[in-house]
């Protein structure tokens, strides 16, 4: 038997809605950002109305949403699109109150097959005036229904297990569950920015912050083959395919970095090693960032995290970069909510895979923690910077990252 | 060209034997399963046979104790839980080493867990069991011994007739599993001159492939089987046999035993040599001298492991390295460690694991690569 109704998603937007005169180009940019973001599901019509968007296979699609798997991987993909409060799989179909109570009693099944729910709640909204019934008389209708066909269950209005929502437009709407998003504003709204890329759990979260509030990202990785391995390189691609989940394509550009460490090893002392180190890699960013059209660099950083992170090593390696500012999103974040956030976003698990590096050989046993002016001059004295800093321009390989399509995940 | 130096981890299957795989995996009747009653089963199972017929003559045992596994680790796997699994009036006590293979180590583990006693006996600076230890150990109650014949870490060769001689004195009964993995077509081995009870290989570690592993079990030794099903091969391991991968095995193993003799000898000059020449640039030999050539453990001062496995792999030399390096958590071979190598020279620890077709050419190139990886790497 075919269904009697089509499963479509219903969005709601968050920040968006307070945005005023600009607040077109928001949407325009959010709805755009859906469409690319469920392109390999196929073709949606996607419809704004106030706060709201609607989500509808097009006839050339009509069924996709209608197995309960692979709506729930689309429904997935739309709360990773940045703009997005919740969203929900909802059920759209046409008639009069009896239409109603059958599917609201039939989404009840549905939810009672999978949980072991005692207590529920109707609420309902009436956007078509001529409906004959007004929402709180819908409410109670359709919670008489859906008690008779499960007299085990309780209503409780003021925290109850589930929730059956019921809409009357211009056609009827039932559901109940709302999965979060994951807010932000949509990407593309507030130009782009070159991200730091190691292969930690920090820099991922960064990107990911930056992105959530409009930013789109490109990244530039240092990598000291044969320092550190092929491996490596490949947890970094992987990072930033995840990252890209949310932020759209990622341009990352791995710059081949060890001979410039192998000059800073041998020609700068040891305690000051990793600020030279750093020094070169934000003038590196930044003049590629410019290159590309970047606005800001962002880094990892969080005050005091490690040596490199203190506030006078962070003064010393950010007075390099003249042309634009350096955001540090987790600069007041504990260690313990960055992986959070990590974990949330799906990076956790490949951040902390261990080909990490032999960089280590590099590391000072006691670096400086509190390097000053003079310091910085003398271990820079005997480096030609603006040749290392062309050098390391030059060996830039590119590689266009996008997120894995649903046939190879 | 590329020089590879990684025998212990895998080989490089023989051109004989990818041509024979592909002409088996093609023909038109060749493609039978063994068990099959019609004609393509027939030929399939005859194929099996002299399969086995010819491993059994150059291992010099009977055809009728040796069992075709997926790998070397179910075959160490079977032979350990097995064997107690099937005896338990044996006893409950299992000696061993903590330099085992893992295949050995996890099974050994499960059986602690089930409430097996495990001696491990404690190795030397040369890899060998304590043997006055194991003497003590070995008593009414001990089950079984199950050691490894040829260490893959450092090539170290168990000290095996003294082994079986303090068995028979201390308690015929129990039985002896010999792991063969790393020695088998490197050192003459004959199975029913040993004094083993049961013995794993691995097809792809002597230029057969992988997927195939033997077990040897000699007559009057009972095993309980890890994996039931059609009874195939005696009830003793069951699921459909690949002829052409036990083909290919007989094959790799034949040419492998042709001339075992010379190619020991001419690995050991060979080993010799570079050796010398690694210590001459101020690394440490870490593997014990009178290990088997074909096995070279050296440890690199200002190197990593890893950072020296990547700047061979760039001059597309490939090596091994046990210890994974990491800003985090350095972790050394635990078999360096049971031989009491100091951390730091663990650290920097590089197997070099030889096959027959390694040549003085390539080991000198891989010196050479060495002292220009010294002057560009070095920090």
């Known amino acids: 038997m075919s269904n009697t109704y089509r499963t479509i998603i219903l969005a709601r937007m968050g920040e968006i809605a307070l945005k005023g005169l600009n607040r077109g180009k928001f949407e325009r940019q959010l709805i755009d950002n859906l469409r690319w973001r469920l392109k390999e599901y196929g073709a949606f019509s996607i419809v704004q109305s106030q706060s709201r968007i609607w989500i509808e296979p097009k006839d050339s699609n009509p069924d996709i949403l209608e197995d309960k798997e692979t709506a729930d991987l689309v429904l997935h993909a739309v709360t990773q699109v940045f703009g997005l409060v919740s969203a929900s799989l909802v059920w759209k179909f046409d008639g009069d109150m009896e239409s109603i109570k059958e599917h609201a009693v039939k989404l009840t099944d549905e939810i009672l097959s999978e949980h072991d729910y005692k207590t529920f709640k109707v609420e309902s909204k009436r956007g078509d005036k001529r409906f004959p019934l007004a929402s709180p008389e819908i409410c109670c209708d359709v919670g008489e229904a859906i008690l008779i066909a499960h007299p085990e269950l309780v209503v409780d209005v003021h925290d109850p297990d589930f929730i059956i929502y019921v809409e009357v437009r211009e056609n009827r709407f039932v559901y109940s569950e709302k999965l979060e998003g994951h807010r932000g504003l949509p990407v593309g709204t507030a130009g782009k920015g070159m991200l730091l890329l190691s292969g930690g759990i920090d820099s991922p979260v960064a990107g990911y912050m930056m992105a959530s509030r409009g930013m789109q990202l490109e990244a530039i990785y240092f990598h000291s083959y044969p320092y550190t391995s092929e491996?490596?390189?490949?947890?970094?691609?992987?990072?930033?395919?995840?990252?890209?989940?949310?932020?759209?394509?990622?341009?990352?550009?791995?710059?081949?970095?060890t001979d410039i460490q192998l000059d800073l090893y041998k020609n700068s002392p040891q305690d000051m090693l990793t600020i030279t180190m750093r020094r070169i890699m934000f003038e590196i960013a930044e003049e590629l960032a410019n290159k590309q059209g970047c606005k800001c660099l962002i880094t990892g950083e969080s005050l005091g995290q490690v040596a490199s992170q203190t506030i006078e090593a962070i003064q010393i390696t950010n007075e390099v970069v003249k042309t634009m500012p350096v955001f540090r999103p987790l600069i007041g974040l504990d260690k313990e909510e960055t992986c959070n956030i990590s974990r949330r976003i799906g990076a956790f698990e490949t951040s902390i895979l261990p080909y990490e590096d032999c960089c280590t050989v590099f590391v000072a046993k006691h670096p400086k923690t509190h390097p000053q002016r003079k310091h910085i001059v003398e271990a820079e004295e005997k480096l030609d910077i603006p040749a290392l800093v062309k050098k390391g321009i030059e060996g830039i390989e590119t590689y266009k990252i996008e997120r894995v399509s649903r046939v190879n995940e | 060209m590329s020089i590879y130096l990684d025998n212990s981890a895998t080989t490089k299957p023989l051109p004989e034997v990818a041509r024979l795989v592909y002409e088996t995996l093609s023909g038109e009747e060749s493609y039978g399963n063994p068990g099959s009653l019609h004609r393509l089963g027939v030929l399939a199972e005859k194929d099996l046979d002299e399969s086995a017929a010819k491993i059994a003559r150059l291992l010099s045992c009977k055809k009728e104790e040796l069992y075709f596994t997926s790998c070397g680790s179910e075959s160490v796997n079977t032979s350990i839980m097995g064997y107690v699994h099937q005896n338990p009036r044996a006893g409950k006590k299992i000696i061993s080493t903590k330099t085992e293979h893992k295949a050995s180590l996890e099974s050994l583990e499960k059986l602690s867990k089930e409430g097996y006693e495990i001696v491990y006996l404690s190795v030397g600076s040369d890899g060998r069991p304590d043997l006055d230890a194991l003497t003590a150990a070995i008593d009414e109650n001990t089950a079984l011994l199950t050691f490894t014949h040829v260490n893959n870490e450092t090539g170290s060769i168990l000290p095996l007739e003294k082994i079986i001689e303090i068995r028979n004195k201390k308690n015929r009964n129990t039985k002896i599993h010999l792991d063969c993995v790393q020695s088998l077509g490197k050192l003459p081995i004959s199975l029913s001159r040993m004094g083993v009870d049961m013995a794993s290989f691995s097809g792809h570690k002597i230029h057969a492939l992988k997927g195939f592993g033997l077990l040897y079990i000699k007559t009057g030794v009972r095993v309980a089987p890890l994996i039931l099903g059609g009874g195939q091969q005696r009830g003793m391991r069951s699921g459909t046999q690949s002829p052409y991968l036990a083909s290919a095995f007989a094959l790799a193993l034949e040419e492998a035993t042709k001339n075992i003799d010379e190619n020991?000898?001419?690995?050991?000059?060979?080993?010799?040599?570079?050796?010398?020449?690694?210590?001459?640039?101020?690394?440490?030999?870490?593997?014990?001298?009178?290990?088997?050539?074909?096995?070279?453990?050296?440890?690199?001062?200002?190197?990593?492991?890893?950072?020296?496995?990547h700047c061979l792999e760039e001059k597309e030399i490939y090596v091994s390295t046990i210890s994974a390096c990491s800003s985090k958590t350095k972790k050394i071979s635990y078999v360096l460690s049971e031989m009491g190598v100091k951390r730091e020279l663990a650290n920097n620890a590089v197997r070099f694991s030889f096959s027959r077709f390694n040549t003085k050419e390539e080991l000198e190139q891989t010196v050479t690569s060495i002292k220009e990886i010294y002057e560009k790497y070095k920090v």
């Open chain 1, 231 to 257: 491996r490596a390189l490949e947890k970094v691609k992987d990072l930033a395919r995840i990252v890209s989940q949310y932020s759209g394509t990622i341009l990352l550009h791995v710059c081949n970095f």
């Open chain 2, 264 to 309: 020991l000898v001419k690995m050991t000059e060979l080993r010799d040599s570079f050796s010398k020449e690694l210590a001459d640039l101020g690394a440490t030999i870490l593997s014990p001298y009178d290990a088997l050539p074909y096995v070279l453990n050296v440890s690199f001062p200002s190197f990593q492991s890893e950072t020296m496995l």
